[in-house]
């Protein structure tokens, strides 16, 4: 499947057999690949979660031939249909960071791109609380940040006008972000892949990126079918089915990017950051036939997250989550293949309770229901400052035609139509 679909994409690729013969002829690099199928294409995009795709379809729009590799069976299986499909406004983000803008000017690209292809989606707004004095200064900061940062619509709310939009909620003060909203992750995805496709994208699923080498100065990406992956021992050495040489390959594979570019053969490794990986579980609120809140509900941001909120979904459904787990990465050959952990146990709601009623005193025992669990790609541990994302090209590693997105957390999903912009200006020459 995975060869089909390289011969089938764009126009531009070598004839195996000749690129085999030629990969012998050459040096050391060449011949341990010997005897394995080279091919070379344009640009190549691993993983296809709701950036990848989107960075896809951007370049496919400027005229590239883009083929995307994703080691799962469709697209979007990864941290992209485990989040809380919130379209953030970009109050949170130190002024100046990526975070920040992409996430300012991905929200207006996103508003934009659903309002014109009709995919559900609602600005219903959400109000940050703080339910103690204590957490006003905190308030008071994000106003600052969220100002800084372009948010022109940030509105203080006294208790008593937070209180008349959500008669459930307590709080002592709140700031209200009319912008910020809710989006059908699926559609966006399935609409951004329709799209991709029609410009000539090739998907090629069910197919791994296990590693690459440096050859020529460019990055030869070694490729398999991810079933050779199911039932290899985590420290095996991985022999590729073929090598794919493009001239352009964004590594977008979420959880896996950083331990994918380490085994990238010949590229400087000092350059990487360290990945921190962090569980965030939802639990449901069952039985309710009508939700209890109309708005978002933040609490003050902690530690790894942005605090245990109130998410609803377009059907209604009112979720409370993500909270903060830190754990140990899998070995890289399991995230290569998203074998992660993502049960949530019911016992977890013990901690969920007082929580959420810090906010939400009404909330009755037994109420909550496990729901699902995401995992952020994160570049700093517990108690460590956060870290902007990390989009590293040939002007920090120098390979040329290579470019890292690491550390893509939130505010990705919000963020993903400007950093397919970001990256075909910057990067696509
Ligand atoms: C709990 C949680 C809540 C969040 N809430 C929000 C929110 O409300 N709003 C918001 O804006 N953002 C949110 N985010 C962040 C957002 O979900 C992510 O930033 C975004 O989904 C990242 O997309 P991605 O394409 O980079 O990664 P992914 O969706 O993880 O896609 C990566 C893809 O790469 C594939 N892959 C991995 N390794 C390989 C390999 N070796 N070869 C080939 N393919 C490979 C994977 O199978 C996967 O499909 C949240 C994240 C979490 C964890």
Not at 271 to 288: Q, V
Not at 340 to 360: A, G, H, M, Q
Request: net charge neutral; with cysteine.
């Amino acid at each position: 499947m995975l060869r089909k679909a390289v011969r089938s994409y764009g126009g531009i690729l070598a004839n195996p057999a000749a690129v085999l013969q030629a990969a012998r002829a050459m040096g050391s690099a060449a011949s341990a690949f010997g005897g394995i199928p080279r091919e070379t294409a344009d640009t190549v995009v691993i993983g296809a979660g709701v950036v990848g795709i989107a960075v896809a379809r951007e370049l496919a729009l400027k005229g590239r031939e883009v083929l995307v590799v994703e080691a799962a069976s469709t697209f979007g299986t990864g941290t992209s249909s485990r989040n809380s499909e919130v379209i953030h406004a970009g109050i949170y983000y130190p002024s100046k960071s990526l975070k920040a803008s992409l996430c300012v000017k991905g929200r207006e690209l996103l508003y934009r791109y659903c309002c014109d292809r009709e995919i559900p989606h609602k600005k219903i707004g959400k109000l940050i609380v703080a339910t103690s004095v204590a957490e006003i200064p905190m308030l008071e900061h994000l106003l600052r940040c969220g100002k800084e940062n372009g948010v022109e619509d940030l509105k203080m709310m006294e208790e008593f006008q937070a209180m008349q939009m959500e008669p459930e909620l307590q709080c002592v003060k709140a700031l209200l972000s009319p912008s910020s909203g809710i989006v059908d992750s699926h559609l966006l995805m399935l609409s951004l892949v329709g799209e991709a496709e029609s410009y000539k994208t090739t998907f090629s699923y069910n197919s791994a990126v296990i590693g690459g080498h440096l050859e020529d100065s460019l990055l030869h990406l070694h490729i398999t079918e991810s079933e050779d992956l199911k039932n290899v021992a985590k420290d095996a050495q991985l022999s590729p089915q073929f090598v794919l040489t493009p001239r352009l390959v964004i590594n977008s594979a979420g959880l896996s990017a950083i331990p994918l570019a380490k085994r990238f053969d010949g590229f400087n490794k000092e350059i990487l950051p360290a990945a921190y990986y962090s569980r965030g579980c939802y639990f449901t609120l069952s039985k309710t036939k009508i939700p209890p809140f109309s708005h978002l509900i933040y609490p003050i941001p902690e530690d790894g997250g942005l605090g245990v909120h109130v998410t609803l979904d377009l059907n209604g459904l009112v979720k409370f989550g993500p909270d903060v787990e830190w754990i140990e990465c899998v070995d890289d050959i399991s995230c290569f293949t998203n074998r992660f952990d993502y049960s949530v146990r019911l016992d977890r709601s013990d901690k969920f309770y007082p929580e959420i009623r810090k906010y939400f005193p009404n909330l009755r025992d037994g109420s909550l229901e496990p729901g699902y669990s995401g995992i952020r790609p994160k570049l700093c541990g517990r108690g460590m400052p956060s870290m902007d994302f990390v989009i590293q090209g040939e002007d920090i590693h120098g390979v040329p035609g290579l470019v890292n997105l690491l550390g893509i957390e939130s505010p990705g999903l919000t963020s993903s139509l400007a950093i397919a912009q970001y990256i075909a200006s910057k990067y696509s020459k």
